[in-house]
T-cell receptor, first 116, second 116 residues
Framework: GAVVSQHPSRVICKSGTSVKIECRSL??????MFWYRQFPKQSLMLMAT?????????EQGVEKDKFLINHASLTLSTLTVTSAHPEDSSFYIC????????????FGDGTRLSIL | GDSVTQMEGPVTLSEEAFLTINCTYT??????LFWYVQYPGEGLQLLLK?????DKGSNKGFEATYRKETTSFHLEKGSVQVSDSAVYFC???????????????FGTGTRLLVSP
């Protein structure tokens, strides 16, 4: 089956630090990758969609300069939370999708980000 | 806009009980419908899907039927196990007209707790 690896699974850092999260599709080529944020006991909120080699498309209300997304290859996308603050603490989940209609999104295991 | 409504949880059942988690949707087009499951501390796993009206998705004893007339995709299982305890998300997938991206819209999730 399709496997998506997300790293790190958990990160704790000081306020003001920038944090990079990686999302890799291990056994398929992902033309599109998605980044979500999940607040405690709530649903997933789509932050941005990225196609390989293109700039990411951000959802309304998501700061582009705060959440930098790079999708440099068909197997890797990164999310960098710049100058993170406590309010950025959350569970971040990526997903990856093959090219083609009705292809499902395959999700990583998520990254728990805690900013002190 | 497009949306998914799920029954609020938690749903608490004894092992071997029958499970129903209701899900209804609102969409302007003809979405594909999904159920995802999230175990504690993990990302989402695709449980089952249906791509057109009257399709039945099934996996691991769970099933759901795409009902266009009632705009529903209720999740059912005949006999739940303790290991089924998780949060279940109903979602619809549509092609966004201006970007061509396939986007998932999630319900708020329903927590299932199964006791021995």
């Amino acid at each position: 089956g399709a496997v998506v690896s997300q790293h790190p699974s958990r990160v704790i850092c000081k306020s003001g630090t920038s944090v990079k999260i990686e999302c890799r599709s291990l056994d398929f080529q992902a033309t599109t990758m998605f980044w979500y944020r999940q607040f405690p006991k709530q649903s997933l909120m789509l932050m941005a969609t990225s196609n390989e080699g293109s700039k990411a498309t951000y959802e309304q209300g998501v700061e582009k300069d705060k959440f930098l997304i790079n999708h440099a290859s068909l197997t890797l996308s990164t999310l960098t939370v710049t100058s993170a603050h406590p309010e950025d603490s959350s569970f971040y989940i990526c997903s990856a999708q093959r090219w083609g209609s009705n292809q499902p999104q395959h999700f990583g295991d998520g990254t728990r980000l805690s900013i002190l | 806009g497009d949306s998914v409504t799920q029954m609020e949880g938690p749903v608490t059942l004894s092992e071997e009980a029958f499970l129903t988690i209701n899900c209804t949707y609102t969409a302007t087009g003809y979405p594909s419908l999904f159920w995802y499951v999230q175990y504690p501390g993990e990302g989402l796993q695709l449980l089952l899907k249906a791509t057109k009206a009257d399709d039945k998705g099934s996996n691991k004893g769970f099933e759901a039927t795409y009902r266009k007339e009632t705009t529903s995709f209720h999740l059912e299982k005949g006999s739940v196990q303790v290991s089924d305890s998780a949060v279940y998300f109903c979602a619809l997938s549509l092609i966004e007209a201006n970007t061509g991206f396939q986007k998932l819209v999630f319900g708020t999730g329903t927590r299932l707790l199964v006791s021995p």
